[in-house]
């Protein structure tokens, strides 16, 4: 008889210690899935921001604004550039 309660016991515990690494690689997953989307929603925001300023010192360089501002628009073009290209 106690051997039976501690093979049910053993058997207890072995499925208590599966169930809960399932579900800690479960919530794991869950976890990276959720900080995939962060990270896109993310660089969705810094390409809108991105093309903000680029519009921005283009804006400037028509009213006459020159060097810095001609500098960067080309820097940040050259950078939309690489991007396009990965």
């Known amino acids: 008889m106690s051997d039976t309660i501690i093979t049910v016991a053993a058997v207890i515990t072995a499925l208590g210690v599966i169930f809960g690494v399932v579900f ?3 919530k794991w997953f ?12 993310i660089k969705d925001e810094q390409t809108l921001l991105t093309y903000g300023v680029l519009a921005c ?3 400037l360089k028509e009213q006459g604004c020159d060097g810095p501002v ?7 073009e050259k950078h939309i ?3 396009a290209h990965k």
């Open 24 to 26: 800690a690689v479960y």
């Open 30 to 41: 869950i976890k990276q899935e959720k900080q995939d989307k962060d990270i896109k929603e």
């Open 57 to 59: 010192l283009k804006g």
């Open 70 to 76: 001609t500098t960067a628009i080309n820097t940040i």
């Open 81 to 83: 550039n690489k991007q």
